[in-house]
């Protein structure tokens, strides 16, 4: 059972440009979140996708945005990349946007690691 | 006000010893969650253990327990008997309300030492 799958696993942008960062969730699961984890920091949620559409959303600004496709994968985008935006993005899936069980926590993927240079 | 605080950066404990991490976290909501997870050094993080506000019973999975004080806001994570491969960042979380999204706390780094 292929639990969620990120690509790229590392990536390299220049300050200014735009990036495109994929998720693929846990089989079963029907929501993708986005997580921020800078260095020695724990994740802080950017948003969460549920049925297509952009449930709820964190503190992020507006370069970040998202998409989630019929087949439940999903896409974070990031526009004009600050040196600040370099970090880990988790994704993490679930049944539902709480969870069918919150027992069950969410199901985090290995992240993308990003730079920006 | 932070809403997750981890206080010990980094621990180092013996093998097969137990070891409590500690976490307290501040919400007015009556209903929220608390969640540990284990983060190893390939980045996933690994779900342990989740506490809900109104379970009157500490949660247990295997060696992971939660040392639920409600009264104190105090969620903390007891790993006994501890092994070699249980070296890596924990991070206490929390979901209040209606939210969907987590809040973290910045984590603690367990080594663990034979």
């Known amino acids: 059972d292929a639990g969620v799958t990120q690509s790229p696993t590392h990536l390299i942008k220049t300050r200014g440009q735009q990036v495109t960062l994929r998720c693929s969730p846990k089989?079963?699961?029907?929501?993708v979140s986005w997580y921020q984890q800078a260095l020695g920091q724990g994740p802080q949620f950017i948003f969460q996708y549920y049925e297509e559409e952009e449930r709820q959303r964190g503190n992020f600004p507006d370069r970040f945005s998202g998409h989630q496709f019929p087949n439940y994968s999903s896409e974070l985008n990031v526009n004009a990349l600050l040196l600040g935006d370099s970090a880990l993005y988790l994704c993490a899936s679930s049944l539902g946007p709480q969870g069918a069980r919150p027992s069950y926590g969410y199901t985090f993927g290995s992240g993308t690691r990003l730079t920006v240079v | 006000a932070q809403k997750i605080t981890q206080t010990q950066p980094g621990m180092f404990v013996q093998e097969k010893e137990a070891v409590t991490l500690d976490c307290t976290y501040d919400?007015?909501?009556?209903?929220?969650?608390l969640f540990w997870y284990k983060q190893p050094s390939s980045g996933e993080m690994i779900f342990l253990i989740y506490?809900?506000?109104?379970?009157?019973q500490n949660a247990t999975e295997g060696r992971y327990s939660l040392n639920f004080q409600k009264a104190r806001k105090s969620a903390n994570l007891v790993i006994s008997a501890s092994q070699l491969g249980d070296s890596a960042m924990y991070f206490c979380?929390?979901?209040?309300?209606?939210?969907?999204?987590?809040?973290f706390g910045k984590g603690t780094h367990l080594i663990i030492q034979p």
């Open positions: 506490q809900g506000s109104y379970d009157e």
């Open positions: 919400t007015s909501d009556q209903s929220y969650g």
């Open positions: 089989s079963g699961h029907d929501t």
């Open positions: 979380a929390m979901r209040e309300g209606v939210s969907d999204g987590l809040t």
